[in-house]
């Protein structure tokens, strides 16, 4: 019994070090926008990052020029702040990669429990399949 | 005695070769390994800004909208309200490589700010072109794109935090109005050494 308290004491002491805060939010019930969503094929190297950080859904569409902007829901399954940085790749009809001069690898973060969009936009009307990497910070 | 010596001074030789040996090696230009300084912009804020505000732009479909595809553009002035020295090519010749390969619009180097031109030699042949064909060839900007860097610092005891913003603006070359406008920040903290500058 002693042991619990003291385990739970601890416990407690070490979320208020760490800092761990998780976020609330709220939206409208009925939506009218309707996400075309696609179907994703995943590989997990890295299991603690999968662990904090999952992937709900990807869902795409057409932008006004003709290119494909895709936008990834991701999940902090934690109650503590995540950082991560992630890197679109975009690949043309042939597979082949399409060299983008200013692709860069993107710092971020997301709260703890957050739900969090991230996107990007083809850098050219050529590319019709995409890959995004995702590395922990 | 001497071997001892001798073997002594390659013992502690080997350290220095070695770690000299791998003190330096590439990186990934704008990776996850690239060094990040609070005080400066970084290569990797560059090509953030710079792939931030093409997405943005490509997307909006401003480009789109010309009578002839794909859109001229012309680079007007990028201030620099940051305590640097920067040269704004390393965002602007970013967007302009990544407009030109999405086809979406060309960048003229004959024409400039101030009448300066980038290619002073195409601007002297396509004058010369002129002259001789006795017509106007010279496509004329449909759009221009200014833009501003601005740095916000901020400090809270050993804690230091700087912002950069790039603001960028295209701008209908006929009729003056920016047709759009994009703005992407960047905010780094670092803690400052307790000793030292």
Not at chain 1, 80 to 91: D, I, M
Request: proline share 3%.
């Amino acid at each position: 019994m002693k042991t619990r308290i003291i385990l739970s004491l601890a416990g407690m002491v070490l979320l208020a070090v760490t800092g761990c805060t998780s976020v609330n939010t709220i939206e409208n019930a009925q939506k009218e926008g309707q996400r075309q969503m696609v179907s994703d094929q995943r590989v997990i190297t890295d299991a603690s990052l999968a662990r904090k950080v999952s992937f709900v859904g990807v869902n795409q569409t057409m932008t006004p020029g003709g290119l494909l902007k895709v936008q990834i829901e991701l999940l902090n399954l934690k109650r503590s702040l995540q950082r991560f940085s992630y890197q679109f790749q975009w690949f043309d009809a042939s597979g082949m990669q399409i060299n983008n001069v200013a692709s860069p690898t993107i710092p971020d973060q997301i709260e703890g429990g957050e739900s969090k969009f991230i996107s990007s936009v083809a850098p050219t009307p050529a590319c019709k399949d995409f890959r995004v990497k995702f590395i922990e910070n | 005695m001497k071997k001892t010596v001798l073997l002594s001074i390659l013992a502690a030789a080997i350290p220095f070769i070695v770690g000299g040996c791998a003190s330096a090696h590439y990186v990934e230009t704008g990776g996850s390994e690239s060094v990040v300084t609070v005080g400066q912009i970084n290569i990797q804020d560059y090509i953030q800004a710079a792939n931030a505000a093409t997405s943005d732009l490509l997307a909006s479909g401003a480009l789109d909208k010309v009578a002839t595809p794909p859109a001229v553009l012309a680079i007007s002035r990028i201030v620099n309200n940051t305590g640097q020295q920067i040269d704004t090519d390393l965002l602007t010749k970013k967007i302009r490589v990544a407009l030109l390969n999405s086809g979406k619009a060309q960048t003229t180097t004959t024409m400039g700010l101030g009448g300066t031109a980038e290619d002073p030699m195409a601007k002297g042949l396509q004058q010369e072109n002129e002259f001789m064909n006795d017509q106007k060839t010279t496509r004329k900007p449909d759009f221009t794109l200014s833009g501003k860097i601005i740095q916000t610092i901020a400090r809270a005891g050993s804690t230091r935090q700087a912002t950069y913003s790039f603001q960028l603006s295209l701008t209908d070359a006929r009729t003056g109005l920016a047709v759009w406008e994009g703005e992407k920040e960047i905010t780094k903290q670092g803690a400052r050494p307790a000793v030292g500058f």
